[in-house]
């Protein structure tokens, strides 16, 4: 992963191969607003894009023979591209100096062929939300 960080900006960008299960590559383009309290709470919210190889996009979007037959899905193999846009927020909030609390919400809209999937019009949504929840430990203090 890769940041470009300012007081109010923060540019990322990842790229990231699966090493097991579908062997391909995806990568996340993101720019946050940033918003902060020194180290007591900081709050981000940003636009995100996923762009994905069509190996990947064969894993998790694609039909083969055996499963359309299996299934009643039609075959599907799809390329690769952007595979969604979308939102995201965090939120963290420091309750001591080594433990705190975050949470986040990711709304993703899935695109190309990603989104024309058999998979995702029959049984998804085009429309995917994340919500998550967390406490923190950081093990080393300034």
């Known amino acids: 992963m890769a940041a470009w960080p300012t007081t109010w900006l923060r540019l990322r960008g990842d790229v990231r191969k699966g090493l097991g299960g579908h062997k391909g590559v995806v990568g996340t383009l993101g720019a946050d607003y940033v918003a902060r309290d020194a180290d007591r709470w900081l709050f981000s919210i940003g636009p995100r894009a996923t762009i994905a190889n069509a190996r990947r996009e064969r894993a998790y979007f ?3 023979a055996e499963s359309a037959a299996r299934t009643g899905l039609a075959r599907y193999d799809p390329d690769g591209g952007v595979e969604s ?4 927020s965090a939120v963290s909030y420091a309750l001591t100096p080594r433990w705190g609390v975050q949470g986040q919400v990711q709304y993703a809209r899935l695109s190309g062929d990603a989104g024309d999937s058999p998979v995702i019009r029959r049984i998804d949504s085009r429309d995917q939300l994340a919500v998550g929840a967390a406490l923190t430990y950081t093990f080393f203090v300034r």
């Open 62 to 64: 694609g039909v083969d």
């Open 85 to 88: 846009v979308g939102v995201t």
